[in-house]
């Protein structure tokens, strides 16, 4: 059974410091999703990460992959309170009929504060 | 708005019951998916659908089944509900199975009374 795991699952951090959440999947996939939520809204999509040693970023989030590692991070600079949300990291599996599903961590509630 | 449309946003019903929830996906679409947001259980792949036909299936209830029609919207019929089935019910759809983006609809919450 593929497990996604991210770390921590709650995080509370002040205004302008950086801090990195894990996450870490049990079986081999090149593709690896972030995705972010607000408190009763939809999923955003933030990064696909689709090969070994990507990194994209956008803003004060930067998400990077290690295939090998079976380990992505979300890296976060500067935070600031627009940021409060809560993220969660995926990874696609592709069905015996080729369809796909996304398999999500239990996601990482942050809470910016002044 | 990702383009994606789910209604009922907000659906209240009692236990026992059976409801009946819509997707429209994004124009040019032809995969739909379901998920189930809750507390206890996190966000979980339910179905997939391609083009009318079921392509992926995850821990989905006996009680509750999907569906694709031809015009390519999909419903999720839950029946028999029970507490536990109160819950954030997303659809997304992308282009193919395989996209690598799929776009989410701002869910229906379903409450069991």
């Known amino acids: 059974e593929l497990k996604v795991e991210q770390n921590p699952l709650f995080l509370s951090m002040q205004e302008g410091k950086n801090y990195t959440i894990y996450c870490n999947y049990s079986t081999t996939s090149d593709r690896l999703y972030w995705y972010r939520q607000d408190p009763g809204k939809s999923l955003e999509s933030l990064f696909v990460l689709l090969s070994n040693g990507a990194v994209k970023q956008e803003g004060r989030l930067m998400a990077s992959l290690d295939t090998k590692a079976r380990l992505s991070t979300l890296h976060i600079t500067a935070a600031v309170h627009d940021l409060s949300a809560t993220y969660f990291c995926a990874v696609d599996t592709r069905s015996s009929n080729s369809g796909y599903a996304l398999n999500f961590g239990k996601g990482t509630s942050l809470l910016v504060t002044p | 708005d990702s383009g994606v449309t789910q209604t009922p946003k907000h659906l209240i019903t009692a236990t026992g019951q059976r409801v009946t929830l819509r997707c429209s996906p994004r124009s040019g679409d032809l995969s739909v998916y379901w998920y189930q947001q809750s507390l206890d259980q996190g966000l979980q792949f339910l179905i997939q659908?391609?083009?009318?036909?079921?392509?992926a299936k995850g821990n989905i209830l006996e009680r509750f089944s999907a569906q694709q029609f031809p015009d390519l919207h999909s419903e999720l019929n839950l029946s028999s509900l029970e507490l536990g089935d109160s819950a954030l019910y997303f659809c997304?759809?992308?282009?193919?199975?395989?996209?690598?983006?799929?776009?989410f609809g701002q869910g229906t919450r379903l409450t069991v009374v």
């Open positions: 659908y391609y083009n009318g036909e079921e392509r």
């Open positions: 997304a759809s992308s282009a193919t199975p395989g996209a690598t983006e799929a776009f």
